[in-house]
Structures are given as structure tokens and as C-alpha cells.
């Protein structure tokens, strides 16, 4: 088992959008107004998803790769039941994060890009630490 990907390694990660993953879906109080158009978080998930795809082959028994920092512009809007793919380039390591290229695109072309970085962790450890927040 290596310990970083390979140079440039891609992966993907697809959706159809749902109402679930509309902008206007996040309001949480009466008078938040959002548009009923692809939300920049799902678009980040998404691109999330298609990073830690990339990371799968590195993980030990016990161990998954969490999000630590975005850098995303959302350039374009994308409508209700269109499909989205997010593409994540490996691009090196910085110390013990993982740094990704990432992008989403429709039908129409690309719909946002930026940067992600991510860290290998154990699943224990991670859940312990939750816990301990959790008072």
C-alpha cells in the first residue's frame, strides 16, 4: 500500500439534482430566500465525494479520509434534474494533507472549480473526538 496517489489521479462523483439539493432547500428560518438552483454546498460534497474516491486505495483497516479545507468558486447555475459530475485531480501533499483540483460540471459546461484538501484519519479516533464535543 503506497502512501499518496498516484501523480494526477482523478476520480468522479455524479448526481442527478434532487429537490433535496437545491439552494432554496437550506432555508431553515421564514425569510431565508435562496434560489431553487444547485446549492454551492451539495457542489462541494460532490467534489468532496469525488476526492476521497481518490484517497480509497490509501486507507488502512480502521481509517477514511475527512475534508479539512475548500477554495471553491460556484460559477454557474444548474437547474433542478440536471446531471452534475465532480472531477477531483490529485495534485500533491502539503505535510499531511492531501490537495485536489477539483471541478463540477453540467450540460452546459462547468459550474465551478477551486481547491480541497483532505487528511487521512482514524475512524475511531475521529468519533472519539466528536463524542468528547458532544459534552
Not at 455524479?14 to 421564514?30: C, F, K, R, W, Y
Not at 469525488?50 to 477554495?71: I, K, Q
Not at 484538501?117 to 475521529?126: F, G, P, Q
Amino acid at each position: 500500500m503506497s502512501n499518496e496517489p498516484e501523480p494526477n489521479a482523478t476520480d468522479t462523483a455524479t448526481l442527478i439534482v434532487g429537490p433535496q439539493d437545491l439552494a432554496s432547500s437550506i432555508a431553515s428560518e421564514t425569510g431565508d430566500s435562496f434560489p431553487p438552483v444547485f446549492a454551492t454546498a451539495r457542489m462541494i460534497a460532490l467534489m468532496e465525494v469525488a476526492a476521497s474516491r481518490v484517497l480509497v486505495p490509501l486507507l488502512g483497516p480502521g481509517e477514511l479520509s475527512v475534508g479539512v479545507t475548500v477554495d471553491i468558486n460556484h460559477t454557474a447555475p444548474t437547474p433542478l434534474g440536471a446531471e452534475v459530475t465532480a472531477t477531483a485531480r490529485y495534485a500533491g501533499r502539503e505535510g499531511k494533507l492531501f490537495l485536489f483540483e477539483v471541478s463540477c460540471a453540467d450540460k452546459g459546461g462547468e459550474v465551478g472549480r477551486g481547491w480541497h484538501k483532505r487528511a487521512i484519519v482514524s475512524s475511531e479516533r475521529l468519533q472519539s473526538g466528536a463524542a468528547k464535543r458532544a459534552g
